[in-house]
């Protein structure tokens, strides 16, 4: 039985199109991908190569944005929220984050497995990222923490990230938002004339170490373009080597 019933039976959203309430789908006509036009051995290559052009088109506002998911276990209950890529490097992608009390710390000690989805609707390009997670070390993050500006910092080690904020009474009209203009307050005080300010423990770098990547170029007709690179581990002492297919749309 559904947990949730809508309050009426007709459809609130139907078929939209762009700023249109409804109608036809733009088609994709933008682009073709073919097994030539890519890096046969390395996908991270490959990748580089295709953000590098989303950042020097000029029509992408942000190509670093992205969707990080997660999934707790044993609900499989899966999560999902925007962040920025900030590091691309041979071992993978890496983000920053909170590691303590945010939703997607919590997936990640049960569930090691995350992935990353980048859309360029502009080039009408995704790329789906899939991995396991390894956090940064105190040295690596601290590098990253010194490049954000003050009040990032100081907003790091004040948010207690997905913890519930709760009204004030003694405050008119709060909502929740005082107890966190509190804890900057907090923070703002204990680092007061200090410029180097540590990375917080609970917050750093998280790599995603990809074991499968996958280009997507749309197409007309919805026949897309898709191409996945996948791991594959060696045997009896061999190097692993990416394996590369075609798919169907």
């Known amino acids: 039985m559904a947990l949730y019933q809508p309050p009426e039976a007709s459809k609130l959203i139907f078929a939209p199109a762009g700023s249109e309430a409804h109608g036809q ?15 046969a051995s390395s996908p991270i290559r490959q990748f580089h190569a295709w953000f590098s052009h989303a950042q020097t088109s000029k029509q992408v506002a942000h190509p670093e944005s992205c969707a990080l998911s997660t999934a707790s276990l044993p609900s499989g209950r899966v999560s ?14 890496v983000v920053y984050t909170n590691l303590g009390t945010s939703r997607k710390a919590a997936d990640i000690d049960s569930n090691g497995h995350a992935s990353l989805l980048f859309f360029w609707e502009a080039l009408q390009r995704q790329v789906r990222v899939e ?36 009204p004030d009474p003694a405050v008119e009209g709060d909502d929740g938002r005082a107890q966190l203009e ?6 703002e005080e204990r680092f007061r004339g200090v410029e180097q300010i540590p990375v917080p423990e609970f917050w750093g770098g998280l790599r995603i170490v990809p ?39």
């Open 25 to 39: 789908a733009e088609q994709f006509t933008r682009g073709k991908l073919t097994r030539s036009d890519l890096d």
């Open 80 to 93: 999902s929220r925007m962040v920025y890529l900030k590091e691309l490097d041979a071992q993978g992608f």
């Open 131 to 166: 991995g396991t997670t390894a956090r940064l070390t105190r040295d690596e993050s601290q590098a990253y923490f010194d490049t954000r500006v003050r009040g990032s910092r100081i907003g790091a080690w004040a948010s207690r990230q997905s913890q519930v904020l709760r």
């Open 182 to 187: 509190r804890w900057v307050g907090e923070v």
């Open 211 to 249: 074991t499968r990547l996958e280009f997507w170029q749309g197409r007309e007709s919805r026949l897309h373009d898709r191409f996945v690179y996948e791991w594959e581990e060696g045997a009896n002492g061999e190097a692993g080597k990416w394996t590369l297919e075609r798919l169907s749309p």
